[in-house]
Each structure stands twice: as structure tokens, then as C-alpha cells.
């Protein structure tokens, strides 16, 4: 098969891009439908915007990317993380799924894609950390929206939550904890069953961020992710500390951390799932117990 020629506008990708999304910008830069660089990829398949699926790729796929973007595969590479994958002799085993972050994918700030030239939808492979732009104060989940400045905890959220990041070489282990964080917090909010007080903190938020909608919170993921951010942020901050099983307990922990009644200790334990890396094997059911000091960040 003859190697593809160089397209008329053969953009770059962004940092992280996810290969559906660059491809789908090269076709819309060059006035071609997604098949049409499909085929001149010859994977054999279709790819969709926010998607990363390499299913069908070869090396000889990367050449056939590298001829038609005037790039060199090294650099295809380095960019697009899923390649990386692809390329190497023996990659890395696949994590287990209790370290898979689930927020692998978001849109690209949108004023950060701007100064970039890029005006089109792109998607990123992207940690936690990454759901808001610290640069141009935007929450990148579901609809880019402004933070503003009466909503400034979520930015010194943000920028602890990044504070803990730092001294890994790899953020996917803080980013599973964060992902366990963020399922109690979620789980707290979409319950009604979580401590009043922060029931009322994130009430506050959802008046502050949309008073007029008319459409229900707790079906939006995107708007629960936002409004409890903070509180998994430092949810995320205790579970990364090691624990001791004996001496230490994790609710309890929760209430000092945010300064909840003490009396709520017992309705706590009643209404949380702890994960289940947190759950004692012999009382599965009771989450008041420690998992052994398998969590620490070291
Ligand atoms: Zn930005």
C-alpha cells in the first residue's frame, strides 16, 4: 500500500489528544469525512471523537498518520498517549481495575485550545486533577463552565488537590483514590444521606451555580462531581494517608476533617460503603473497619 500524501492543513495534536478526537480535527481541518482519513489510515475502522480505541492499529498505521500530518512517528507518539502503547516492544500491563481512574477523558479548555489556534471539539486523556483549568479558572466537565469567584473553593481545592500529586511519578494510584473519594461523595449527595452539614454546603453550590433549572441535580454526574469537589478533594487527602486498622478510623477521620457533630459518627457509618479495599474480609458488611495500610501513597 503506498504511503498516504501530506495533507493541505496537517494540524498538530494537542498534548494528550485522544486519537478519535485528532483525527476527527485532521478531517474537519481538511474538509473530509472521518472515513475518508480512515481509510488512509487503514485500520480498517471508524473512529469516533472520544474515543482512544486502537483496535485495528499497526505500526504501519502510525507511518501512514506520520506521511499524512508531515510529522515524525516519535512525535505522533509522544502526543497521542495511546500510541505510546502501540509502539513499545512490551507494554505495560493493562492496571487492575481498582486503580483505572474513570475520568480518563475530557474536552480540552476551550481558551487554552483558542491560544493554541484550535477552535473545533477536542478531547483529552486526562487525571482528576485536570477537570479544571487552573489557568483560565473553568470547570472542564459535561459543559465548560466559569468558576467564579464566589465559587474560588473549588480552585484551592484544586490546587491541594495537585499538592498531592506531587512526589508521584505516576498520578494513577492518587487518581483511583480520588475516583473511591468521589463515589462516597457522589453517592452522600445522590442519597440524601450524607452528613447535613455538607448536604447543605453542596445545596448551597447548586443554588449558586444553576437557581433556575428545572431539571433534577441528581441525574446530572457532571454537576455532582462539580458542586461536591472540594469534599472529595478531601476525602481523597485522608484516604491517600496510611492507615493503621487497630488505631485508626476512617470515619471518624471524616468527621474531624470537617468539623461535622461527632453525633453523626453512628448515621455515618450506617449511610457510607466504604471501598471495598477499605472493608475488613471477615465483616464485608460493617464499614467501620480499616483495610490493612495498603492505601499509602509512598
Ligand atoms: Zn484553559
Known amino acids: 500500500m503506498t504511503r498516504p500524501r501530506l495533507l493541505p492543513v496537517p494540524l498538530a495534536p494537542l498534548p494528550n489528544e485522544l486519537i478519535g478526537s485528532y483525527l476527527n480535527r485532521l478531517a474537519d481541518a481538511n ?28 505500526l504501519s498505521s502510525i507511518e501512514r498518520l506520520a506521511a499524512l500530518t508531515g510529522r515524525n512517528s516519535p512525535a505522533l507518539i509522544h502526543a497521542l498517549p495511546s500510541l505510546a502503547a502501540l509502539a513499545q516492544p512490551n507494554p505495560l500491563p493493562t492496571p487492575p481495575a481498582s486503580l483505572t481512574p474513570t475520568a ?11 491560544s493554541r489556534g484550535v477552535h473545533g471539539l477536542a478531547v483529552q486523556r486526562t487525571y482528576p486533577h485536570q477537570r479544571i483549568c487552573l489557568q483560565h479558572q473553568r470547570w472542564l466537565g459535561g459543559r465548560q463552565l466559569p468558576i467564579s469567584p464566589r465559587f474560588h473553593e473549588l480552585i484551592r481545592a484544586n490546587i491541594r488537590h495537585r499538592r498531592l500529586l506531587r512526589g508521584h511519578r505516576d498520578p494513577l494510584q492518587p487518581s483511583a483514590l480520588h475516583d473511591e473519594a468521589r463515589t462516597m461523595t457522589s453517592r452522600w449527595f445522590s442519597n440524601n444521606n450524607g452528613p447535613l452539614e455538607l448536604q447543605r454546603t453542596w445545596d448551597d453550590r447548586l443554588q449558586m451555580l444553576n437557581p433556575d433549572t428545572e431539571s433534577d441535580p441528581h441525574d446530572d454526574r457532571n454537576l455532582i462531581e462539580m458542586v461536591t469537589y472540594p469534599e472529595t478533594v478531601v476525602l481523597t487527602t485522608l484516604l491517600s494517608k496510611p492507615h493503621n486498622p487497630v488505631h485508626h478510623d476512617f470515619l471518624a477521620e471524616v468527621i474531624r476533617s470537617f468539623g461535622l457533630d461527632p453525633r453523626s459518627l453512628p448515621a455515618l457509618h450506617r449511610h457510607t460503603t ?20 495498603s492505601k499509602s501513597t509512598a
Open 31 to 58: 474538509r473530509l469525512p472521518i472515513r475518508r482519513i480512515d481509510a488512509l489510515i487503514a485500520t480498517g475502522r471508524h473512529h469516533s471523537r472520544d474515543k482512544d480505541d486502537l483496535t485495528g492499529w499497526t
Open 104 to 114: 480518563w477523558k475530557t474536552k480540552v479548555c476551550q481558551l487554552c485550545a483558542a
Open 274 to 293: 466504604l471501598p471495598s479495599s477499605m472493608r475488613n474480609p471477615d465483616t464485608p458488611s460493617h464499614p467501620s473497619r480499616h483495610r490493612p495500610g
